[in-house]
C-alpha cells in the first residue's frame, strides 16, 4: 500500500497524562483515555479515512470478543470466496485479516492507500464512538459492536496488559488495576460510555448498527450468526446453505478451540511483533469468579446499574 507522513495535528491540547496500567501509557482525550503509543494513527485515522457505503467496521473495547468477530465476520462475508480446505484462516490470524485502522493501517504517522481493496472492505476499531472518523459517521457503512460484561472484559484485560511487560516487570496488581478500570482508566475508557455510545447510536440507526453481546454470542452463536450477523453483513444464509449446516461449521470453524489449535495462531506474530498467542486466552464467559472478591463484583454491578440501566442496557451475569 502507498503511504504518506501526513498527519493531522491535535484538535486540542491533551488534558494529562495516566501511566496507569504500566505497559500502556494513556493520555485523556475528549473525556476518553487514549493509548499514547497509538495517539499519531488515531490522529491520522479520524481525519484522512473515507469510508465506502460498502465498508464494514467493527468496533470493540479492547478483550471483548474482538479476535472471534473478526473471524466469524471475515468468514461469512467471503464465504462464496473461500472453501474450509484453504481457507486465509488456516495460516492468518484474524486480525491481519480484518486489520485495525488506528492501530495498524494509520499507526508509525502512515496514511496508506486502501482504494484498491475488495468490496466489501472489513476494519475494526477500538474507537469511541465519538472519536470515530467523520466519513464513518455520516456514511451508509455498517458498523457492528461487540461488547461483554465488564467483569470478564476487566479480568482478560488485566491478563492481556501484563502479558505485554518485559519478563522481569512485575505485573499490575489486580487491586490497583481494578481501581483504575472502576475509576474509567481503561485503554479507549471509560468502559461505560465507550458502551453507551454505540448503544445509543444503535438505538436510533438500528438498520446500520448492530450492537452484540459476548455473552449472548457465546450462549447461541448459530441463531446470532444466521439470524443477525449474516443478514446484517448483507449475506444471509440460503435455504440450502442452512440445509447442508454451512451455518454449524461456520461456528466450529470459527470457535476458540479451533483457531487455538492453529499453528499460526500458537507461533506466529501481528505485524508489529505481538504473539499472536496473546489474543487467546480462556475464551469463555464468567472467568471473573475465579479472580474477583465479592466487594469487586458489587462494585462493578453497582457501576454498571447506575450507569447503564437507565438507558436499557443490562448484561447477563454469566458466573453469578
Known amino acids: ?16 497524562i495516566e501511566k496507569g ?16 503509543k497509538f495517539l499519531s494513527g488515531i490522529m491520522a485515522c479520524r481525519e484522512r479515512f473515507e469510508a465506502c457505503k460498502d465498508d464494514i467496521i467493527l468496533n470493540t473495547t479492547p478483550k471483548s470478543g474482538t479476535t472471534w468477530l473478526k473471524a466469524l465476520t471475515f468468514t461469512i462475508s467471503n464465504r462464496a470466496r473461500h472453501d474450509f480446505h484453504n481457507h486465509p484462516l488456516l495460516t492468518t490470524n484474524p486480525h491481519a485479516l480484518v486489520p485495525f485502522l488506528e492501530l495498524e493501517l ?10 484498491n481493496l475488495p468490496s466489501p472492505r472489513l476494519f475494526s476499531l477500538h474507537l469511541p464512538y465519538e472519536l470515530l472518523p467523520t466519513s464513518i459517521i455520516e456514511s451508509n457503512c455498517r458498523i457492528i459492536y461487540l461488547c461483554r460484561n465488564p467483569k470478564d472484559t476487566f479480568v482478560s484485560l488485566w491478563h492481556f496488559l501484563n502479558n505485554l511487560l518485559p519478563e522481569d516487570e512485575p505485573p499490575v496488581p489486580m487491586e490497583e488495576a481494578f481501581e483504575l478500570f472502576h475509576g474509567g482508566i481503561s485503554p479507549v475508557g471509560p468502559f461505560w460510555e465507550h458502551l453507551l455510545g454505540y448503544w445509543k447510536a444503535s438505538l436510533e440507526r438500528p438498520e446500520r448498527i448492530l450492537f452484540m453481546k459476548y455473552e449472548e454470542l457465546k450462549e447461541d452463536p448459530t441463531f446470532h450468526c444466521r439470524r443477525r450477523l449474516a443478514e ?21 470453524f470459527c470457535s476458540f478451540e479451533s483457531l487455538t489449535s492453529l499453528e499460526v495462531n500458537k507461533s506466529g506474530k501481528t505485524r508489529h511483533g505481538m504473539p499472536n498467542k496473546n489474543f487467546f486466552r480462556r475464551g469463555i464467559a464468567g472467568d471473573w469468579k475465579n479472580h474477583l472478591t465479592a466487594e469487586m463484583s458489587e462494585k462493578l454491578d453497582q457501576l454498571s446499574q447506575q450507569k447503564l440501566e437507565a438507558f436499557g442496557l443490562t448484561f447477563k451475569d454469566v458466573g453469578k
Open 21 to 36: 496500567w504500566k505497559s500502556t501509557h494513556l493520555t485523556q482525550y475528549q473525556g476518553f483515555w487514549l493509548p499514547l
Open 1 to 16: 500500500m502507498a503511504t504518506s507522513n501526513i498527519v493531522p495535528e491535535l484538535e486540542e491540547p491533551l488534558s494529562s
Open 232 to 252: 446484517f453483513l448483507g449475506f444471509p444464509f440460503s435455504i440450502e446453505e442452512e440445509r447442508q449446516g454451512l451455518v454449524e461449521k461456520i461456528e466450529r
Open 106 to 115: 494509520y499507526a508509525d504517522e502512515q496514511i496508506p492507500d486502501l482504494t
